[in-house]
DNA sequence: AATTTTACTTGCAAAACGAAAGTAAAATTA
DNA sequence: TAATTTTACTTTCGTTTTGCAAGTAAAATT
């Protein structure tokens, strides 16, 4: 089988999103942890700095990948949602997470690499199950 | 099948890595453009910076991703290479090209488009592949 | 009506970025 | 062997980004 690049594969053009952290914890929060707020973004452990939140969720959301919405009787509180195409991006974060639980597992619960094990086994399953969660 | 994460997930313990993009491109570079020297990551079409790609090597090479060494006869040009480490993040590059090629196809080549369509069909096929060519 | 919450904005110091020029060791060329 | 080129950086400095901390206005709650 041969995989052979002529040109350019276009892995650059996606590096203003996954080549900054702080977007990839919004994207994670809301894929595995199920944030949808402002408020809930911001009180992750990483403390990410409300300036730099507002920028990244309005870039997230010019690039397509997340909606910014409100509840029926709310119209104070933001819900961000994903799009498909950023449902789409489960896999990566998959993988992300994977990596980090082998490489870095000095860091991680017993707890996870019992989840993660799991995911490894069976990643369609994984990606299936979050995104009927997500596709709410 | 029930995924829940008890504790925060180590995804943000990566993220100077991942969440990089000159370090990405490097990798990049290293596992799809077969590129080894400093030249060959200079005279990518992004054109990183001469101090920042010298940055980037070093944090790689100091996070265990990367080697860099020299060939015998030669004690001037440094040959990097992937460690296992950097090798295991194979996955996270392919699916991150996979979504590009998805989402950004707009600029990308018919070419690399079939390549991309080869990749999906049988992930674990390419990157077997790859991870031999890796490992020499 | 008063207070709290939410999602920001603002000011500013520090850090990072990146263009462009320079440098020294090593290889190549004449 | 001397001159030139190549390689992998380093340095300078202006610009941009980051992020802390305080402030703000609309909307919700008390």
Redesign the pocket.
């Given at each position: 089988m041969d995989y052979k690049f002529r040109s350019n594969c276009p892995i650059s053009s996606v590096l203003d999103i996954i080549g900054d952290k702080?977007s990839l914890l919004i994207l994670r929060d809301m894929m595995f942890a199920g944030k949808k707020?402002?408020?809930e973004f911001s009180s992750s452990s990483e403390?990410i700095?409300?300036?730099?939140l507002?920028?990244r969720?309005q870039t997230l959301e010019q690039t397509g990948l997340i909606t910014k919405g409100k509840l029926p009787d709310?119209?104070?509180?933001?819900i961000y949602k994903l799009t498909e195409k950023g449902i789409d991006f489960l896999p990566v974060m998959t993988e992300v997470m994977l990596w980090s639980n082998k490489h870095l597992n000095e860091h991680v619960s017993e707890e996870n690499q019992k989840v993660a094990a799991m995911i490894q086994k069976d990643k369609e399953a994984f990606i299936k199950v979050m995104r009927s969660r997500l596709a709410d």
């Open positions: 702080w707020t402002f408020g403390k700095a409300t300036n730099i507002t920028d969720l709310n119209k104070k509180t933001n």
